[in-house]
């Protein structure tokens, strides 16, 4: 279970304190504009508050209305100060400076006016400091807004921890918080309820949906031995299941924290995007300076000099340089999130568009990673059934994967199969048995040679099986062969489609394997791999990894297993497939919930479009400057063009913010 704490945060975003400040800037924004803006055109106004006939009391209320807007902005001022005196400053010390000129101006002309200068009541420019705030705070209020949108994956995946678990003590039901279920204890989960922690199931038979944690929606069945997950739905029948992972080692709680690692990290081109930053604001305010000085001396006009200072300050906030990758790769990851694909960092996100290489283990990934019976061959006299039978009854006690395949075989089949009276395990040959007086030998040719079992009528099969990569066992009751039953490793359904599309998309596949090249090859071959690294031992994939990377190319390295983890951890991106086991997961950079190599294809469509987007958000965060400043600095004015109000700048700043945002949020909507 995840911890309510956790829970509460992640569902009271940043939103709501911004929506407050909004309002409350809007509620004094509003009738300051309406009077500034009244009296600008000309209209009527009472006398007692008319800028002809009270100019102090026009000045007056205008800056009784904007100080509210100013305490309300103070994070502002806050922010841009530390920021600016630690020799770094940042996009909120643009804000500040800006406003803070306005605002002081603002109350220097008040001052004045009341010295009997009334000229001023026409430079007081309050209203520009109170639509700045204003207008900025509309800007991240959309911006948190949006964000909040793109985090709605981890809220999701946090919802589906139950609170509540029911756990067997003492023979008795009670009823605990989820988070105080101990590993190894009895939970029971009836239909309709949320399996609360990660588990086996001990007692009952259901079904269970794990669409929310794996994209699937097709209901899984679950019976006694089958893992369930916490957070996935009981279906249609109560079951007893023991506690395996509880707490914070849940499958889902961990998919939460790496979903917050990856939020919060930066790609390699978000810290390009922060060095530009930081270069950027120091010559902005330079700028700004040498503008307003420009023209304070070439016209002598106090109150342009000023308003092309503070325009210049707010336009060329870099707002929308700051938010270009941020939340491109939260959407990112969030839609990621979304589809089974669980992505570490943002540098993953980045890198797994520049690989060249995909390099798929063979067991697990490629295949199924579970032997299945693929070929039964009796011989003339036997038949099919029957050496299934056989076979199934005489290895039932047996615990080697080659007896499990075709126990389940047969029960799938819906064969007999009896229990062996005697069974001995020959180690390195197979197994002897006798069921019901019959003497019974399953296992290789050299158990048959030394038994004195005549196989000839068998060999061919055998051979042409096993020349395919197949594990080959023959069959022989009381002294008679009956035949041959194949085994393997099977192909997964999607392989040979995802190589196909990893193919298309200009990356060379390659299977590495501790298997033999002639199994290697066999499944290559069905996979359409035409590079294969085989006979590799568990300790050598990592240097394999490194070989094909000394060669320049970027690799991504897809393995499910502990052996896979080294070479999962060389490779630029190593991508686990979710039913491997919890050290391969660790050591990669990218996790798939899903057991479908198609998520790698979806994975770098992901990664090139959230890229593409993070690039389409710095052009127009730098178009919108370039072209923004210069009309700031009054380039137009020069040539008999209108200056820019700092209004309008502010505007104009925070819809460039808005529409990065906007556009990041346009990834949710991408087809994987």
């Known amino acids: 279970a995840i911890d309510d704490e956790k829970e509460r945060r992640a569902s009271q975003p940043e939103t709501e304190r911004l929506r407050k400040r909004l309002i409350w800037s809007l509620i004094f924004t509003v009738p300051l504009l309406a009077l500034t803006m009244s009296a600008m055109a000309g209209a009527k106004l009472p006398a007692f508050i008319s800028p ?20 309300t902005g103070r994070s502002f001022y806050l922010a841009g100060t530390k920021t600016l005196l630690r020799g770094n400053p940042g996009m909120d010390t643009l804000v500040a400076m800006g406003t803070a000129a306005a605002y002081l101006y603002g109350i220097y002309a008040t001052v004045r006016i009341a010295g009997g200068d009334g000229h001023y009541v026409h430079n007081l420019y309050y209203e520009s400091a109170a639509a700045i705030i204003t207008l900025i705070t509309t800007g991240r209020f959309l911006e948190a807004r949006s964000k909040s949108k793109a985090g709605n994956a981890i809220r999701k995946l946090l919802s589906l921890a139950p609170p509540l678990a029911t756990v067997l003590r003492d023979g008795r039901e009670k009823t605990v918080p989820a988070s105080k279920v101990q590993v190894d204890e009895l939970v029971v989960i009836r239909p309709g309820e949320r399996f609360p922690v990660d588990g086996i199931v001990t007692d009952g038979t259901t079904s269970a949906d794990e669409s929310m944690l794996t994209g699937e929606s097709t209901p899984v069945e679950k019976s006694e031995g089958s893992e369930v997950t916490g957070g996935s739905i009981n279906l249609n029948g109560s079951v007893v299941c023991r506690a395996a992972r509880v707490g914070s080692a849940t499958t889902l709680a961990r998919i939460v924290k790496l979903m917050e690692e990856a939020q919060g990290s930066k790609a390699p081109i978000a810290r390009l995007a922060d060095k530009i930053s930081g270069i950027f604001v120091p010559v902005v305010m330079a700028l700004a300076l040498l503008a307003a000085t420009g023209w304070l001396v070439g016209t002598g006009d106090f109150r342009l000099a000023f308003t092309v200072l503070i325009s210049v300050l707010i336009i060329a906030c870099p707002c929308a340089l700051g938010l270009a990758t941020p939340v491109a790769v939260m959407v990112g990851t969030g839609r990621g999130a979304q589809q089974g694909i669980l992505i570490k960092s943002g540098e ?26 693929t070929d039964i061959r009796p011989v003339k006299e036997a038949d099919t059934d029957r050496l299934i039978t056989v076979a199934a009854s005489a290895e039932s006690r047996s615990e080697h994967p080659v007896a499990k395949a075709v126990a389940e075989y047969a029960m799938v089949k819906g ?41 000839s009528g068998a060999d061919f099969a055998a051979e042409e099986l096993a020349a395919q990569g197949k594990t080959i066992m023959f069959l022989a009751a009381d002294g008679k062969c009956l035949g041959v039953i194949a085994v393997a490793d099977t192909i997964r359904p999607e392989s040979a489609g995802a190589v196909r599309a990893l193919k298309a998309m200009g990356l060379e596949v390659m ?46 390295m897809v393995g499910d297993g502990i052996n896979d983890a080294p070479a999962l951890a060389t490779a630029d991106v190593g991508i686990a497939i979710g039913s491997g086991t919890d050290v391969a997961i660790e050591a ?10 198609q998520d790698v294809v979806r994975t770098l469509k992901l990664s090139n479009s959230t890229i593409r987007n993070i690039k389409q958000n710095l052009f127009w965060a730098f178009f919108y400057n370039i072209l923004g400043i210069p009309v700031a600095m009054g380039l137009l004015h020069l040539f008999g063009g209108p200056l820019l109000n700092p ?9 460039s913010s808005v529409s990065v945002v906007w556009n990041a949020l346009r990834l949710r909507k991408i087809k994987l």
Do not use: C, W
């Open 647 to 655: 209004m309008f700048a502010a505007a104009a700043m925070s819809f």
């Open 52 to 71: 002809e006939n009270s100019p102090l009391a026009f000045a007056l209320l205008q800056l009784l209305l904007t100080t509210p807007v100013i305490i």
């Open 348 to 373: 993953a996100l980045e890198t797994a568009r520049k690989a060249k290489v995909v390099v798929l283990d063979k067991t697990g990934t490629v295949t199924t990673g579970i032997p299945v019976v």
């Open 511 to 556: 299977m590495i394997t501790g298997d033999s090249y002639q199994t290697a090859r066999h499944i290559a071959g069905q996979a359409g791999i035409s590079s294969v690294i085989a006979g590799v031992l568990p300790g050598d994939k990592a240097g394999e990894i490194r070989k094909i990377r000394s060669n320049g190319s970027r690799v991504i």
């Open 415 to 455: 064969l007999p199969v009896t229990g062996p009276d005697r069974f001995t395990a020959l180690p390195g040959y197979g197994v002897e048995a006798s069921v019901n007086g019959t003497h019974i030998l399953a296992g290789n040719k050299r158990l048959m040679d030394e038994r004195k079992v005549e196989t």
């Open 588 to 597: 990669a950079d990218i996790v798939l919930i899903k057991n479908d190599l």
